[in-house]
Structure formats: structure tokens, C-alpha cells
């Protein structure tokens, strides 16, 4: 398994209003109209588990494989053309402020590694930017 690290980002909320988004699933409906149509299709949530199809690739199935409240949200496939471990880390700094990473591990070979591994890395840091960044005062409502 190689692992890709995002650097740790601030986030404008608390850890608990953090952890109550990211670790129920369904709030990811509120983000489908922004997915790719003609790349994702069949999106489909439930409070634990996702579900996608992702043109070429196949389908894919997520499922949150471990919480600990105001800490940690680690997600896991069940389905998918490969087998990757993706958890959030969470740190209370100040009230209304929190620093988060993200952390992959996923089994590639090598050589889907030297062909995809600078772009996971830079992906890992973009979703890490894009979590620090949602309205989660509003979203935990």
C-alpha cells in the first residue's frame, strides 16, 4: 500500500460540526449536481456507504469503516477496481476552528504508481482544500 498525505488545513468550524458531515454519507447528495455527468453516474448514498460508477473504471462502492467522534472519519471500499483506505483527521484548535489532513493508502502496482501516484498526490491535497473549505455551520444543521 503507498501512502499520500495532504498538507493540514484550517478549517472555519468546530471538530464536532467536522465530524457530524463527514461521518453521515447522505450529505453527500447535497454536492451531486456538481459531479461530472458524463464521468459519475448511478450516485447513490446511504447514512454509511456510496455508491458510483465512474466512466472508464467500473463501479465503486465507499463505506465508512471507522469513527471516532470529533477525531477521525475513515472511509474504505467494499466494491472497486482497486483498494484504498481514505481517512479525515481532525484537531480542535481554538472554538470555531479546526485543522484537518487527509490520508490515502491505496494498493497500486508499480506501474499504475509511476503513472498515477504525482496525481493522487495533488488530489489528496485538493479534497483536503475542498473539505476545509465547506460551510459546515451550515451543513451540520
Same mark, same amino acid.
Given at each position: 500500500?503507498?501512502?499520500?498525505?495532504?498538507?493540514?488545513?484550517?478549517?472555519?468550524?468546530?471538530?464536532?460540526?467536522? *465530524?457530524?458531515? %463527514?461521518?453521515? =454519507?447522505?450529505? %453527500?447528495?447535497? *454536492?451531486?449536481?456538481?459531479?461530472?455527468?458524463?464521468?459519475?453516474?448511478?450516485?447513490?448514498?446511504?447514512?454509511?456507504?456510496?455508491?458510483?460508477?465512474?466512466?472508464?473504471?467500473?463501479? *465503486?462502492?465507499?463505506?465508512?469503516?471507522?469513527?471516532?467522534?470529533?477525531?477521525?472519519?475513515?472511509?474504505?471500499?467494499?466494491?472497486?477496481? =482497486?483498494? *484504498?483506505?481514505?481517512?479525515?483527521?481532525?484537531?480542535?484548535?481554538?472554538?470555531?476552528?479546526?485543522?484537518?489532513?487527509?490520508? =490515502?493508502?491505496?494498493?497500486?502496482?508499480?506501474?499504475?504508481?509511476?503513472?498515477?501516484?504525482?496525481?493522487?498526490?495533488?488530489?489528496?491535497?485538493?479534497?483536503?482544500?475542498?473539505?476545509?473549505?465547506?460551510?459546515?455551520?451550515? %451543513?451540520?444543521?
Amino acid at each position: 500500500m503507498t501512502t499520500y498525505e495532504s498538507k493540514v488545513k484550517s478549517v472555519a468550524a468546530d471538530d464536532s460540526q467536522v *465530524f457530524a458531515v %463527514l461521518s453521515n =454519507m447522505t450529505n %453527500l447528495q447535497r *454536492f451531486e449536481s456538481r459531479l461530472p455527468k458524463d464521468k459519475i453516474q448511478d450516485f447513490k448514498t446511504t447514512q454509511t456507504t456510496c455508491s458510483f460508477s465512474v466512466t472508464p473504471f467500473g463501479n *465503486f462502492e465507499i463505506a465508512i469503516v471507522e469513527a471516532t467522534p470529533n477525531n477521525t472519519v475513515k472511509y474504505g471500499t467494499t466494491q472497486s477496481p =482497486m483498494q *484504498f483506505n481514505v481517512w479525515v483527521q481532525l484537531k480542535q484548535i481554538e472554538p470555531g476552528k479546526c485543522a484537518l489532513k487527509v490520508t =490515502m493508502k491505496i494498493d497500486l502496482n508499480f506501474m499504475l504508481k509511476s503513472m498515477v501516484g504525482k496525481y493522487l498526490e495533488e488530489y489528496i491535497d485538493k479534497a483536503a482544500t475542498v473539505l476545509a473549505s465547506l460551510p459546515y455551520a451550515q %451543513l451540520s444543521k
